[in-house]
């Protein structure tokens, strides 16, 4: 069984400084791990997804994430944070001992302000 | 482009009456999944399918129905079994259902209970 735990459902930070926004998986067997933005009332885009290649893994929208086996972590982060970053992020775990349909957490809405 | 279009972008539902709610993509994607989107619960499955004229249920497909006629539409009936619809349906289609892969969402219909 597979779960998603994003800390936080709200993350709020200024124009400029740093964005950290967590993310907790549980799966039995090697994780695939995504990232997903979503602009209000607009559906999920792909941001960046980690698939055992690289653990440092770089998305769009200067976003990275670094898969941390032994903190069974993901966690969103970008150096600067820009107005235009306001969103609600998800992070998405699958794996292959299942169905491979991916579990979404509940959401992080990041408000930036000036 | 290539993309996934949902319509209507918003629908009005009368308490017993069916609507469906329609999904097409041109990427040539083999698997189309439906997701429902409540504030602060994330997104949760409703049907998926990953050939024509096959599909699975989701963890919510109670009240809702679905078809595979055509490799493009995926559409959703939200019948009237289904006694709180009103939420964000999410339409999304990938590759295949492999694990590695990120999914393309469309841009979601709101549906109201009126």
């Known amino acids: 069984a597979q779960s998603v735990t994003q800390l936080g459902s709200h993350v709020s930070v200024s124009e400029g400084a740093l964005v950290l926004l967590r993310c907790n998986y549980s799966?039995?067997?090697?994780?695939?791990l995504f990232w997903y933005v979503q602009y209000p009332n607009q559906g999920l885009q792909l941001l960046l997804k980690?698939?055992?290649?690289?653990?440092l893994v770089k998305g769009i929208n200067g976003f990275e994430a670094e898969f941390k086996k032994s903190e069974t972590s993901f966690h969103l982060t970008k150096p600067s944070a820009h107005m235009s970053d306001a969103a609600e992020y998800f992070c998405?775990?699958?794996?292959?001992?299942?169905?491979?349909?991916?579990?979404f957490g509940r959401g992080t809405s990041l408000i930036v302000h000036p | 482009d290539g993309g996934i279009t949902q319509s209507p972008k918003y629908l009005f539902r009368k308490e017993g009456q069916n609507v469906t709610l329609s999904c097409e993509q041109n990427?040539?994607?083999?698997?189309m999944y439906w997701y429902r989107q409540d504030p602060g619960q994330g997104l949760r499955l409703i049907y998926y399918?990953?050939?024509?004229?096959?599909?699975q249920k989701g963890d919510i497909a109670e009240g809702y129905s679905v078809s595979r006629e055509k490799k493009e539409s995926f559409p959703l009936t939200v019948t009237s079994a289904q006694k709180n619809p009103t939420a964000f349906y999410l339409c999304?289609?990938?590759?295949?259902?492999?694990?590695?892969?990120?999914?393309?969402f469309g841009s979601g219909t709101r549906l109201t209970v009126v």
């Open positions: 980690y698939t055992s290649a690289a653990t």
């Open positions: 799966s039995s067997v090697p994780p695939y």
């Open positions: 399918s990953q050939i024509v004229n096959d599909f």
């Open positions: 999304a289609s990938s590759p295949w259902t492999g694990p590695n892969y990120g999914y393309t």
């Open positions: 998405a775990v699958s794996d292959t001992g299942g169905s491979y349909i991916p579990t």
């Open positions: 990427l040539n994607h083999d698997a």
